[in-house]
């Protein structure tokens, strides 16, 4: 048993909200730069070159990437064996974001009631929770900041069992086509096929943060995620939406098992100012 | 595709001489406004009531800036996405606005107003929100101080990057852009 301070999962989730929100990671740095370098369009190039720049400056300034820092969403793995101690776990976890999006200069963007209301906040909390009790006497986090451009251009779908790797490739195409301009291309696009509707859901935001150049371990759907790919590379939207080669950085696909009637598919944007950081206590 | 540097406030010369895929850089005053500023606008002007700043030949940017840290301007500041002020902005084009700066595409009503009453719309590069924070010199709120970020600020800009995605004339590099590198 491993005694944890509440206030030093405040602490780490301040951190890694920090420093996800000013330091993009080197994945997709190296991915925009590379494109930027492919890019036949030449106004194309040039907004990848500016979003080289705006990376640039936003790690040496320490100020946002984009000014949409997003609602924090975390993935929280509680090893078994730790113990909280000193005040509520997910009230401290809420703090850290507080602390996060006060002290740097963050933009609060959480409304208290989705339909009605819609009162600010102004501290962006409360931040979305998804927490897994795993062995050991750890606690694991991913974190990400996820702007509402993309996530609004995100969309699940309950295929049948009959639509197949076409229905799912298609549904993937689709959503990016529509999609468009409005998620700031070259868009991350997360995929979960199977479970229920939620877990797909889950595990397409998961797959938002899945290195770029990293590949489903199943050959299968590491064709799948090849091929949407391309072909959503094919469409021509480009950086920015406006013409080019360079909509998409990465189609990353996972699974899970599910029932026999069904084959939910979740397919969550992120755009190009994808933030996301994981750590440990 | 031609490069412009521009004053603002746009003069009607420099709308109708704009052409969907040209660069644009901007110095001088732009509005800005997004979601709840735009309701309340057309609140007011449902009710026949006067706007608190005249939109006449103005630009407007919108945008929600991030907080400014010491000696910043203003945070980090990149387009929000444009269809949502839709159902609102061929009232503001009809009163004269003539320059709207954000990203992604417009409705047909839009679009239809943008040629009527001669208007551009430029996109800034969403997500490039630090280096654009960099041509803004200086923000002062205009009205709705009480809607914090979403406030309609006045900006003062220099060299202000943007692209022309919809002119006066029905040009859409929205449409000519991809077109061009579609490969289906
Ligand atoms: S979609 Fe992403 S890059 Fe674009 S404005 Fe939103 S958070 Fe910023």
Do not use: W
Not at chain 1, 239 to 258: K, Q
Not at chain 2, 77 to 105: E, F, H, V, W
């Amino acid at each position: 048993m491993r005694e944890i301070p509440v206030s030093q999962i405040t602490k780490k989730v301040k951190e890694l909200f920090l420093t996800s929100a000013y330091e993009i990671g080197p994945d997709v740095e190296a991915a925009v730069r590379s494109a930027s370098e492919s890019e036949p369009s030449p106004i194309g190039k040039s907004v990848l070159c500016q979003l080289c720049e705006n990376y640039r400056i936003a790690r040496d300034e320490r100020v946002a990437i984009c000014q949409d820092t997003g609602m924090a969403v975390l993935f929280i793995d509680v090893g078994q064996d730790v113990h909280f101690t000193g005040g509520d776990f997910e009230e401290a976890v809420h703090e850290g974001v507080r602390q996060a999006y006060r002290e740097g200069y963050l933009r609060k963007s959480v409304v208290n009631d989705p339909l009605f209301d819609r009162k600010n906040t102004g501290d962006n909390t409360p931040a979305v929770l998804h927490l897994r009790i795993v062995p050991g006497e750890k606690v694991h986090f991913l974190v990400t900041a996820k702007g509402f451009g993309s996530e609004n251009m995100s969309a699940v779908k309950m295929c049948v069992p009959a639509d197949g790797e076409e229905g799912v490739r298609n549904f993937i195409i689709d959503t990016a086509r529509k999609a468009g301009p409005n998620p700031c291309p070259p868009m991350i696009i997360g995929v979960g096929i199977g479970g229920t509707l939620e877990q797909a859901a889950l595990i397409a935001k998961r797959m938002t943060a899945r290195a770029i150049g990293s590949h489903n371990p199943d050959p299968r759907y590491a064709k799948l995620e090849a091929d949407a790919l391309a072909a959503i590379n094919r469409l021509g939207i480009g950086p920015a939406g406006i013409g080019g080669e360079t909509t998409a950085l990465a189609v990353n696909i996972d699974f899970a098992p599910t029932h026999i009637a069904g084959m939910p598919v979740a397919v969550n944007i992120c755009c190009h100012a994808a933030r996301h950081a994981e750590g440990e206590v | 595709m031609q490069e412009y540097h521009l004053h603002l406030p746009l003069t009607k010369e420099d709308v109708q001489a704009l052409r969907a895929g040209d660069m644009v850089y901007l110095t001088g005053p732009m509005l800005t406004g997004r979601d709840a500023a735009h309701k309340r606008l057309i609140q007011l002007l449902n009710e026949g009531k006067e706007l608190p700043m005249d939109v006449r030949g103005q630009a407007i940017y919108y945008v929600g800036p991030a907080p400014a840290s010491p000696g910043h301007a203003v945070g980090s500041a990149g387009p929000t996405t444009s269809y949502r002020m839709d159902a609102y902005t061929p009232q503001l084009l009809k009163l004269g606005l003539n320059c709207m700066i954000g990203k992604g595409r417009r409705s047909d009503a839009v679009r239809q107003a943008m040629r009527d009453y001669g208007a551009v719309y430029l996109g800034a590069v969403g997500g490039a929100a630090a280096l654009i924070a960099r041509s803004i010199k200086s923000a002062e709120v205009l009205a709705y101080e009480d809607l914090g970020t979403e406030a309609i600020h006045r900006f003062t800009v220099e060299n202000f990057p943007a692209i022309v995605l919809m002119d006066a004339h029905g040009g859409n590099l929205y449409e000519s852009g991809p077109e061009q590198y579609r490969k289906e």
